[in-house]
């Protein structure tokens, strides 16, 4: 798992189809949870990359205050 950019509004984390293979989709989810909490971030989308369909990203956008 990798952050991949981070704005005032939005954040971009990268995950590896083998990270959740090995880790498991709730750990991972959890651990982008716990440092980005749902009160504060909503889940703007998650996609594959156009060329590796084995990355992933998750893009989550703040709530803002």
């Known amino acids: 798992m ?9 954040i971009a984390i990268e995950v590896t189809a083998i990270e959740i293979e090995n880790k498991g989709f709730d750990y991972i989810w959890d ?3 716990t440092q ?9 989308s998650i996609s594959t990359n156009n060329k590796n369909e084995d990355i992933i990203f998750v893009e989550l956008t703040s709530k803002g205050k």
């Open 2 to 10: 990798k952050l991949v950019m981070k704005t005032g509004r939005k």
């Open 36 to 44: 980005y909490p749902k009160k504060k971030f909503d889940v703007h």
């Open 31 to 33: 651990k982008i949870r």
